[in-house]
C-alpha cells in the first residue's frame, strides 16, 4: 500500500508511544441545579489540556471502547486570526515540533507540521476507537489529500467508508481565485466490525411510497437484481425460480414440481440470458409475504417484486446517507448562529452546526455510545450529544478534549448553558471538567 512520507515522519511514526501516563484531576462537576466540588458521577467529561497527553490518559479505561469519535482539526489555511487557531504555529505546537522532531523541525513546511501534529494523535485515536466504532474527521482542500493518506496507513485503507462533501456554503467562497469552494470534506473510517445505522428517509422520499396494504405504505422494487454483477455467473447460488398460480396468486419459492394454472418465474435479464435474484432462497422464504407478482407489460411476462415498506416493525425506514450532505442545516451559518443564540458574537467564526455531527451520531446503532471529541473548540460535540439525546431518549455520553485558553469560559460554558436549557436549547443531564496533571506547561483550567 503506498504511504506518505514527509519531514519529521520518522520521528513522530512512534511517538504515541512514548507519550507518558498523565493523571486526569477532576475539577468540577455540573448538572442542572449548577456547579459542584463533589463528583457527580457523570459519564460526561471536558478535559483541558494537549490533546496527545489526554488521549493517552484516557487509553487505560477507555481502549477499544469509544464508539463514535469526531474531530475538527486544524485546517491549516494560514488563517490565525481566530480564537480557534486554524494554522499549526501555536506556540505549544512549535514547542512540541522542537522537542520531538528536533531542530530539523526549523525547516519543515507547514504541511510537515501539519502532519507530524496529526499522526501521533490518530495513532491513539485508533486505539481508542472501538472495533465496531467509527471515526468523522472534517477537513478542507489543504489537507485533505495528506489526511487520506495517513488515515488509510493508520485506520486500514480497507477500513475507509467516504470521502463525504458536505456543503456549508451553497452560494460558494467569494474569495476562492478560481472555484467558488461550496463544501468540506468529511472522512468517515471504520472500525473491522462496525454495522451501519443508516439515517432517517427524507421527507422527499416517502413521496414515492404511494401503494398501501394493511402493514403501511410501500413502494415496489425488482427482486431481480440489475446492473453490475447481475448475471448467473456472478452469484450462482442466487440464481433459482419462483412458481406463480395465476389463479389463486400463489407464490412459491423454488418448487419440485408445478401444477396446473402454475407458471415458473426465473431471474431473466433484458438480453433474455439467465440473472440472479438479490435475495437468497432462504430470505425469500422467509419473507414470502412481502413479495408481489406482476405482469410486466413491456416483457408480456410475470416478475417478483419486493415491497418496500417505508415503516418496518413500527419504526421509519432507514436509509443509507449519500455522499453528498446538504441542506441549510449543514452549512456554517447554521453554526454560527447556533453558537451565537448561547453564547453571543465576536467568539468563533465559524463553528460547526450541531446537526451535522448529530447526523454523524445517528449512524451508530448502540443506543449508550460514547462519543469523543480531542479538538473540542466551541464544544458542537457535547451540544450535539445532548440534543440527540433529548430527541430520541438514548443515553450517549461525551469526552471533550480541548487546549485552548477557551476551554472552560467557551467549550465548558455553552455546555454548561445547554445542560441549562440556555434559550429553548435541549436540556442534557451532567458533566464533569478535568485538567490534566503532572506535565509541564500543560494548561489547567
Known sequence: ???????????????????????????????????????????????????????????????????????????????????????????????????????????????????????????????????TGVIFISIDDNEAANLKLICDEVFGATCFVADIAVVNNLSGRSDAKYIA?????????????????????????????KLRDELGGYRLLGLRKTGSNSRREDRPGLFYSFSYNVVSGELKVDPASTGVDEITILPRLSDGSDGRWRWGRETAQERINELEVKLVKGRNEYDVYQKDYVTRNGEGKRVKPKSVWQGSEFSSGAGTREFQKIMGKGMFETPKPSALIEYCLSQVSKPDCLVLDSFAGSGTTAHAVLKANATDGQNRSFILVELGDYADTVTAERVRRVIKGFKGTHKGDNMSVSEITGGGGVLVL
Not at 480564537?83 to 512540541?96: E, F, G, H, Q, T
Not at 461550496?182 to 414515492?208: C, I, Q, W
Request: net charge negative.
Open 181 to 209: 469552494t461550496a463544501h468540506e470534506h468529511l472522512m468517515m473510517y471504520r472500525g473491522p466490525e462496525f454495522v451501519s445505522n443508516g439515517v432517517a428517509m427524507p421527507d422527499k422520499d416517502r413521496e414515492t411510497y
Open 1 to 131: 500500500m503506498p504511504e506518505l512520507n514527509w519531514v519529521g515522519k520518522d520521528k513522530v511514526i512512534t511517538h504515541h508511544l512514548d507519550v507518558p501516563y498523565r493523571v486526569l484531576e477532576r475539577q468540577y462537576s455540573f448538572d442542572e441545579t449548577g456547579q459542584h466540588s463533589e463528583d457527580n458521577g457523570s459519564e460526561n467529561m471536558i478535559i483541558h489540556g494537549d490533546n496527545l497527553e489526554a488521549l493517552k490518559a484516557l487509553l487505560p479505561r477507555y481502549e477499544g471502547r469509544i464508539d463514535c469519535i469526531y474531530i475538527d482539526p486544524p485546517y491549516n489555511t494560514g488563517n490565525e486570526g481566530w480564537v480557534y487557531s486554524d494554522a499549526v504555529n501555536d506556540p505549544r505546537i512549535k514547542k512540541w515540533l522542537g522537542q520531538v522532531v528536533g531542530k530539523e523541525s526549523e525547516d519543515l513546511s507547514r504541511h510537515d507540521k501539519w502532519l507530524c501534529m496529526m499522526y501521533p494523535r490518530l495513532r491513539l485515536l485508533q486505539r481508542l476507537l472501538a472495533p
